[in-house]
Each structure stands twice: as structure tokens, then as C-alpha cells.
């Protein structure tokens, strides 16, 4: 099972479940055509598509267009249901710069036939994250930008103060859902200026000046 790399923390954590947020951002919505609901959208992703730093983003052979998506991540520190506004930041650990990574196209083709989106969303290396920093060494979570660039060019830019949910309000929706465990993950949607990815590629991701994460693209053999 893969575990957390952390920067000032000696624990192990291993990577529980990963909970994906979308159309948490008013422009991604936009820019996809997407109505924003009450409530946010939820997805899961498997545990298997997580990779690490300076590791390969895989295009699968099954997939014509995959696209990078930033996201602000929270790893959770303790076991928690039904957990109130108020008291859910008792229950982060820290956070990471994570990419949701996307087949837009088979994505697209469940929309129109709503279908799940477990293929589009579920590959394996389709969920690279950064280390984890942890919670104290994050003052403002709410005004923390967030930004990736595809070889050096910029492609996403925005803040995590333009959310449509707090993050406190994401944890306690999520948790009167699923029971929410230490390592589990959630992914919190991506701001707009997704786009495409093509093999050789170098992504970096940046959140704030806290997390850091840069990975490479292949095409499956
Ligand atoms: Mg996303």
C-alpha cells in the first residue's frame, strides 16, 4: 500500500481512499459547460493511481485526450463521521498539490450516457500528488494560489479563496456520506485552464509556496 511522503513529520500514513471533488471553481464549471449544484459532486479514484514526485503520468492506450487538472488535496488524520463544520479541521492532517488527471474523452462520452466516471478518472498513475505539508504550516488555507505549468508554460492560475465550499464544509458533506479514515484523501476540484497532455510533457504544480510536485508524461507501450 502506498504511504504519505511527508517533510517534517517521522509517522507512516498509508494512502486510504481518494474522495475527488467536482465543480468546485464557478470558471472550471464554466469552461466545461457545467451547472455548479447546492451540493458538491463526488467521485472516487482508487488507491492505485497515486504516483510521487519526478514519476510518469502513463496515457493509456484506451484514451485519445487526457487532460491535467491542479487541486488543492487534504489528507485526513483520524476516523470521523457525521463531522460538523466546526469541528473539521480537527481532523486534517495536512495537504498536498495533487492532479487530477483525466480521459476528457471517455469522460465525455459517460456524461452524454450517464455513466460513472471510475475509467475517465480511475487509471493508474492518473492521481500524482507532492509530499504532505502539514496543517500548521498552512496559515491561510483559503488564499493559497494554486498554479501548474506544462514545460514551463503557465496553464492554470487561480486561488483556493475562489471555492465555491470551504474545505470545512466539504469534510462535513463528505462524512455524512462515507466514514472518513487517517490516509484518506480528498481531491478538491480544480480551478479552470485545464488542457491537454501529450507524451514528453513536464508538469509542475505549485500550492502556495508550501507544496511543490513535478512529474513527467509517457504514452503506455
Ligand atoms: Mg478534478
Redesign the pocket.
Known sequence: MAQYIFQNYDKKVNIGKII???RTYKKHAQEMHATVTEDPILFLKPESSIIFNNESIVLPKMSNCVHH?V?LGVVICKTGKNISEKDAMDHVLGYVVAL?I?ARDIQSVAKKSGWPWSIA?GFDTFAPISYVVLKDEVPDLHNLDLKLKVNDKLKQLANTKYMIYSVERIIEFVSKIMTLKKGDLI?T??PEGVGELFEGDVIEAKLGDVCYLKVNVKREQ
Open positions: 475527488c471533488l467536482a487538472e487541486e487530477d483525466t478518472k481531491l476540484g480544480t
